[in-house]
Structure formats: C-alpha cells, structure tokens
C-alpha cells in the first residue's frame, strides 16, 4: 500500500450510510446510529448551464453535547469523473480538500458522488448529489460521534508535519491550512517539524480543543535517523544542532539536551526505506536499544518498524510507541495530519501534560483509523510497571478495542511472542477479554495489545513493563548491533563513484570490544585495534558526520573500555563481506554476508543491520539501485539518494521460539545475502567412525581426542537385559560373532572381537556397555547422544543413565517416536531428539507439518533429519514453529558449509575432524 499516496483515505470516506449498531460502549445516545444528509433547494443558481451546491456538517446533537459545525475532509467526483476543488488551494492527488463546516461550488449538473469525514470520532459518509442546472442545492451533512477517546483522556496529536517541504507548493499552504487539516483529521495537538513557512505566532491557532506547536526535526547525520523533539521550554540554537552532529552517538546528546529541556526525543521514519540504512533508516536506534538509552519515544508505522520495537523492548529499552504522518502539505501525493498518529493520556488537556505522557509511555498508536486500543495489567496501564508481590499472585492482562470496522485481529505480544490471538472474526463495536500472564523472572519483560480491523487500519500500545516477585540473579548477557552497508554516496545526498563500507557496531557497556575485521571471502580484509588508536581524516567523525566527502577512518568510543566502533573503509573488489566483534572476553558476534558486486554499473547500496540479545534477534537485509556510475558528474546536483530502482528487502525475527520473516522473497536479490556460517556443533557419528570401530570405546576416545562436543552411539538390549552399543540387528557385519543381536547374553556380547574388522590396529576391542559408555564420558566434556534402535527399552536406557548421574548432560535420540515419549515421560529433564530420513510429500507447509506431528507424537522439540530433507523454506518454516534442526550424516566439506550457512546448530558425522575444519575455516 502506498501510504503516501492518500488511497487509505479513499477507502475510510466511501462508506456510504455506515449503519453502526453497537453503540452501547459511547457515551452519546443510541439513536440515529448513522450519520445523515438532507437536501433542500435553494432556488435558481446564477447560471442557466451550472448548479451551485452548499455543504454544511455538523455534529448530530446529544443529550450531551448539543450540535456543533465540525472542520472536515472532503471529496467530490464530479459526472465527468473529475474532482472538484471549491477551496480554491489545490486538491491532493485523490481528490481530497478541507473545510471549516461548510464549502459551496458551482458544478455541472446530474450526479455528483461527496465523500465527509471528520476524523475517527465520527462515522463517514459518502452519498450522490443529484444536480439540476439553474438550480442551488443546500446538503446539510450530520455526522455521528462513535466514541470519544477525549472522554477518556486520551488526547491524539501528530509530531511530525511539514506544512510546505517544499519551496514551491502544488496545494496552497499556510500554517492556518495546516491546523484546520489537522483539525479536520480529529487531532488534539499537531506539531510542525520545520517549513519553508515561518512557524511564528503558530500558538495563535491554538483552540480550547487544539493546539498548534513548533519543533523542528533534526538530522544530525547519516546512519544515525531523524528525530523530532516536542515539548522542549527553548528551541536549539543553530550551532547546538550543528554541535549534535559531531563525534558518534549524536541522539545520546540530543537526549541530554532535551531533558535538560523538558521535550522528549521521538526517533521518526525509522524504516524510510526499508532497503537502505544511511539517511532515514534510524540507524543509531539499534546502538541505543543495546547501550540501554533510546529516545523517549519511537515512532511505528507497519509489521516492520513493529518488530524492530519489539526487539529494543527485549534488550530492556523502556521507549514509548508513537507514530507520525511526515506529511509534506505542498505536496499532492501525501498523508494529512493524523493519518498516523500517537494518542497520550493526560488528566488534562494541554500540551505539557501530553508530553509528559510520551515521556512515560501512556500512549498508543494508529494510522488514523477508526480503531482504539486499550490494555491494562492487574490495573496497570502502558507505561507503568507491575511488580509482582508474590510468585502465586496472578496476574491478568485486560484487553479493551473500540473499532467502527469489522475486527481482523486482536493480538497479545509479551517479550517479542505473539501470545494470544483473540477470535474477533467480523466482530465491530467494542471488544474486552482477559488473559492470564506469566511473567520471565530473569530477562526484561513486558506486554503490549496489537488490534487491526478489515480496512488495514491498526492500533499499537506502549507496553505495560512486568516485574516478577523476586528476579534470578544472572550474569549480564551480551547484547549487539551490528550495521553494514556498502554504497556510493556522500555523507549527505550527492553520489560518488567510489564505494565504502560503512561499519557500525555496538555491544552493551558490561563488555568491552577488543578488535573489528572486516572480512572478505571469509578473510580478515581489516582489522580495527583499540591498540592501533583511531583515525580520524579532516576532523570528520567516520560514518556520522552530516557533511562532506567520505574517507578512510574508524572511531572507539569511549576511548578507555570501548563498547561503540564505527568505520568507513574503501571498497573496490567484487565478493562477500561481513563484520565480526570480538570482545575482551573472547566472545565474538558476527554479521550476516552481503555481496558487493564491483562489476554493476549502477550506483547501488547493499545493507545489512541486526538488533541481538538474550532470546531475540532481529535482522534485515536491503538492496537498491540508482544512476549508472559513468553518468555521475562533479559537482553533483540532484536528490539522487534513495536508491530507488530494483529495490529489495527482507526482515527475519526471533524472540523466543516464535520466528516471522517480512518482506518480498526475490531469489535473484536474495543470493545477495547469506548468514554467516553457524559455528554448528560436531556430533561424532558412532564415535570415529571413520577411522575407529563403531560404536567402540576407541571410536569414542578418538571422537573426544578430535574435539567433538557430542558423541552418538546406538544401542540395543542384551538377552539379559543390559544395554550394550551395537547398531545392527545382527553380529556378523562389526564383530567375529553370530546371530542376532537382542539374542545374546552380556558375556557372550563381551567376548567378541569388535574391532578387527575395521583394522588390525583395534583386534581385540569389545563391546561396550551403556554404563561403561557413560562412566568414560563423564569424565569429559562430550556430551553422549544415545539412539534407541530396538523398541520398548527406553526405561532401560534411562535407569542406566540415572545410575550415571547424567540426565541433565545427554540426549536421546530416536526413529521410534514411542521410546522418546517414555523417555519424556520417565525423565523430562533428558534431551530428545525425533529421527526422521525418509522421501517428504507435498509442499514445504505440508512436509513441515507431516514433521512437527511426528514430534509431537515423540514429545520433543527438536528434530534430526537426513541432511537430503532440508531446503532452506523448510527450515525457515521449521523454526517459525519453535523447532530445533539437527542433521546427518554429513561427510563432506560443501555440504557441511551450506547446512552451517543454513543455521543447522548440530551436524553429525563420521568426519568430526573434517567438520570441525570446515568451521573453522568459515567462523575463523
């Protein structure tokens, strides 16, 4: 949907007569329960070949508030197709205009069709005016209130509005036009974030019910955002606003500034566009969600920015929801004033108690539509906290939607995890629930209510913050943000045939980063040392600074126990390129790859970002193209900085188990981008087996010795009921013995040469019993993966593992789902793992499916496939249900690189020294 087009507003003003009838929840009377027209002729018009048409709209009176004139938006489709303007000022591109309660024109005759609406408050209509030449015609317009969220306290308002963007304006503007849009559009308060108007005397539009103020978005560099900072007691001064864009971090002063201040910082746009990070794309957001202090506020406006909210939510940012219009009024193609916008509460209407509220958090967000969210826990509201008293104490989640439109979804998210979604099919009117919460005892937590109807307008709250009764202590996790893009253009907007990479990266002040490669092909192309200082060309701040030419330089901050890097370096050859931190404690968090193709003509930006923390992962890749390279001429002029052409992106989230992926699947510019190889573990397949006797001890040692962290090993049941390791039904293939398997004594089993028959070298080597088994690997630090072969011995298999005192360190892993369910049932502190390797059926749902039913009838969560099954949409889909992937048997290096690319956490082979090569050389 192209927002800035106006077409959402088309679809909110061709209701026509909308019958509403649950009205039960408003405060005003039931009846009539439809906004009305009526006509009444006038007498002849002053031409022969015109009409003249009057509209008058006003409210439909109450017991409680008598009828008022109401501003309002309009739309006229006049017989011929085209849109009337009877302001004079210009119409936007779908036909839209404003007035203050009444408008008259003179029109063709025969039938016109009107569209009236005066914000969410009231039910549109849309209605045909039936014109007869000679003649003037009064429509008078009553519009019906719904609901009232000012009853209620909750007060709307646009922090983001460019009255005149532009210096030359297709549609008419003055501040007087700005208010009465917003007015029109049913808002409280707007603000003007900068103009080619002059913003003097604005407070004189003010109204008791509206008030008009003044703060200019700042742009204090690339990679960094914009952000608009209401409320402040005295603007910035020039030279402060210049003095913010030097040096990294620059929202980490504006916010110091704004406090000082009494305004709130507000990070705007954050995704415009969604494929390129170094002007719009709020860059620094992701720093200070790690750092742990963002902007008060942040504004949303789909599934994208949502989800990077979430994430910042889950790394402890306590940061209010907001949302914005960016509306450019002298342009034709664009929002109006409250066609997104943030709702504050506030005991009283005026504009410092609004800004309070943003500052707190009390707020919820909309794109304009006739839709109100609400949310309260144990009688907390967004922006408080609750504190459990007592771990027994329940605690409730109060769910509250107002919506004029039928209800597509009312959704619960609680740490980043869509916990419930409540059946709302087609219902309108008012909607309440309630649903039982837990709260995480050891991670940041909090909830949030997400509600969206059948016209694709939503409601978003702030979160209400949750606090167990006594929290866990734990060790401070490691938190990141890593952005990466390569590009050609300037620090502003102008193009240069050179490219750079621009590398960001941050980790939270717990740790201290030690060194930055950036690599190509899987090699340290730099490496950037706290040890080698900083460079710094021209006293510009690498990356961030607003002006100038790029240059070679990278920056630690702070100098002493740095946990900030950013860097421009040059790039000029074609192949896969990456970022990798390295802490003082020797963790290392690396990015995904992205292909800088040296060969494109075109200019073109390349980009990647990732939020990451305990239990949450947000990433995003981007790709777009511009002027071809030869064509860019010095001094450059032109708005040439958007990348605008073959765009393409794609957002992949993680919190918890639950995973969703957003964005175009384009495998063309998809191949653009691959995950960093996953360090996957080494699950040593029967021990060695590539060099020792399977299912031996010195198969076994030989695994540990080549430094595996799991070792597998099948087993079965003796005659006399001792579990022994032996993969086959019968003897004859791995030991001098004879018949089957399960038919043998212990003793028997024992005195049996089970190793000669892979070489001389091990004649004489015995079959092991699970307990021996055990006893050996306790001793290490290799974890055993025992596979049932023979079914109904799984309590066997668990007393001897009770006996060994190991029941939180293995896992048991099996093709027959029964013997994991009583393994589960026996013990569920033990791992399990479903084995599966036969031919799927159908497409990736259904083979996902077919997959997570066998889990299920296995109880466990994680499924180990044959390495022949995955398909990257399998197992995307796989871990969008919360599945865990293993795999085997893997035995060569492509394919253990591909399936580590592919996320796989665990790979067994007969080749653990050959895999852990292969890790090595990808992670390296």
Request: charged share 20%.
């Amino acid at each position: 949907m192209n927002t800035r087009s106006g077409l959402p507003l088309i679809a909110l003003l061709t209701i026509s007569f909308f019958t509403h009838p649950l009205l039960a929840q408003a405060t005003l009377p039931a009846q009539p329960t439809t906004s009305t027209v009526t006509f009444k002729h006038l007498g002849p018009s002053n031409s022969p070949k015109t009409t003249h048409l009057t509209v008058t709209v006003s409210s439909i009176p109450s017991s409680a508030l008598p009828t008022r004139p109401l501003p309002f938006r309009a739309i006229i489709k006049q017989p011929s197709g085209k849109f009337a303007d009877p302001t004079g000022l210009g119409l936007y591109a779908d036909g839209r205009f404003f007035a203050d309660s009444k408008f008259s024109i003179n029109l063709l005759p025969g039938e016109s069709k009107i569209a009236i609406a005066a914000g969410p408050n009231f039910i549109p209509i849309t209605f045909t005016a039936k014109l007869t030449a000679g003649k003037k015609t009064l429509a008078n317009v009553q519009l019906l209130q719904w609901f009232s969220p000012e009853s209620r306290g909750w007060y709307s308002g646009d922090n983001h509005v460019h009255a005149q963007h532009d210096r030359h304006a297709a549609v008419k503007t003055s501040n007087a036009y700005t208010a009465l849009q917003a007015r029109a559009n049913g808002l409280s308060y707007i603000t003007e974030a900068g103009s080619k108007l002059t913003p003097k005397d604005i407070h004189k539009l003010d109204r008791p019910d509206f008030l008009f103020r003044y703060a200019p978005e700042l742009r204090p560099g690339p990679f960094v955002g914009h952000v608009n900072t209401p409320g402040l007691n005295k603007s910035f001064t020039y030279a402060e606003q210049r003095a913010f864009e030097t040096g990294p971090l620059p929202v980490q002063r504006i916010i110091n500034a704004a406090n000082k201040r009494n305004g709130v910082v507000i990070h705007t746009h954050p995704m415009t566009p969604r494929h390129i990070l170094h002007w719009m794309g709020a860059g620094e957001f992701y720093s200070d969600a790690v750092i742990g202090r963002t902007a008060h506020a942040f504004d949303t406006d789909q599934r994208a920015t949502d989800e990077l909210y979430f994430a910042a939510l889950n790394l402890g940012a306590k940061v209010a929801v907001s949302s914005y219009t960016d509306a450019a009024l002298g342009r034709t193609r664009t929002l109006s004033p409250g066609d997104r916008r943030v709702y504050s509460y506030a005991t009283r209407f005026n504009y410092k108690s609004i800004i309070s509220a943003i500052r707190t958090g009390r707020t919820f967000a909309t794109n304009g539509g006739p839709i109100f969210a609400f949310l309260n826990v144990n009688a907390k509201t967004p922006g408080h906290t609750v504190t459990q008293s007592n771990p027994a104490e329940p605690i409730t989640a109060n769910v509250e939607v107002h919506s004029l439109l039928p209800l597509r979804s009312v959704e619960l998210y609680q740490r980043g995890v869509r916990i419930k979604t409540f059946n709302v099919q087609n219902k309108k009117g008012k909607f309440t629930a309630t649903f039982p919460i837990k709260i995480h005892p050891t991670l940041p937590d909090w909830i949030l209510l997400r509600a969206e109807n059948t016209s694709g307008k939503w409601a978003i709250t702030s979160p209400v913050y949750l606090k167990p009764a006594s929290s866990l202590t734990a060790p401070s996790p490691l938190k990141s943000a890593v952005i990466l893009e390569i590009s050609n253009h300037t620090r502003f907007i102008h193009l240069r045939k050179q490219f750079f990479a621009h590398l960001i990266a941050t980790i939270n002040p717990d740790y201290q980063i030690a060194h930055i490669d950036l690599i190509k092909d899987n090699q340290t192309l730099k490496r950037f040392s706290m040890l080698n200082g900083n460079h710094i060309q021209n006293n510009l701040t690498p990356v961030t600074h607003l002006r100038g030419d790029y240059a070679p330089g990278w920056l630690f901050h702070p100098s002493k126990k740095p946990y900030h890097f950013q860097a421009d370096f040059p790039i000029s050859k074609t192949g896969w390129y990456a970022l990798r931190i390295t802490t003082t404690t020797g963790k290392t968090i690396r990015s995904d790859e992205i292909h800088f193709n040296a060969k494109n003509p075109n200019s073109h930006a390349v980009s990647f970002a990732q939020l990451t923390g305990p239990q949450t992962s947000f990433r995003i890749h981007g790709y777009g193209e511009e002027m071809k390279i030869t064509n860019i001429k010095f001094p450059f002029k032109g708005d040439h900085w958007w990348y605008p052409k073959n765009t393409y992106y794609q957002i992949q989230t993680r919190f918890h188990s639950q995973r969703r992926a957003l964005g175009p699947t384009n495998p063309k510019h998809a191949a653009r981008f691959r995950r960093a190889a996953f360090p996957s573990k080494i699950i040593a397949h029967r021990g060695f087996s590539a060099i020792a006797p399977e299912n031996t001890l010195a198969a076994i040692k030989a695994a540990v010795k080549a430094g595996s962290e799991f070792c597998e090993f099948d087993v079965y049941a003796s005659k006399d009921s001792h579990i022994i390791l032996m993969h086959d039904k019968t003897l004859k293939r791995t030991t001098n013995g004879k018949g089957k398997t399960t038919s043998a004594t212990l003793a028997y089993l024992q005195s049996l040469d089970a190793g000669s028959w892979k070489s001389k070298k091990y004649a004489g080597e015995k079959i092991p019993t699970l307990a021996q088994t055990l006893a050996y690997l306790k001793t290490t630090v290799t974890v055993p993966v025992i596979e049932i072969k023979q079914a109904g011995i799984a309590a066997k298999v668990a007393r001897d593992i009770h006996k060994a005192k190991l029941n939180n360190k293995v896992v048991v892993i099996s093709f027959v789902a029964n013997e994991l369910k009583t393994i589960h049932n026996l013990d569920p502190s033990i791992k399990t793992a479903f084995l599966y390797g036969e031919k799927l059926k159908g497409k990736t749902w259904d083979q996902a499916q077919f997959l997570t039913n066998l889990a299920r009838r296995a109880n466990t969560r994680t499924l180990n496939l044959k390495h022949n099954l995955l398909t990257p949409p399998l197992i995307r889909e796989l871990k969008s249900r919360g599945y865990n992937i293993w795999t085997y048997t893997v035995n060569d290096q492509p394919t253990m690189q591909k399936l580590m690319r592919l996320g796989i956490t665990h790979i067994t082979t007969d080749r653990p020294d050959l895999l852990k090569k292969s890790r090595d050389l990808l992670t390296r």
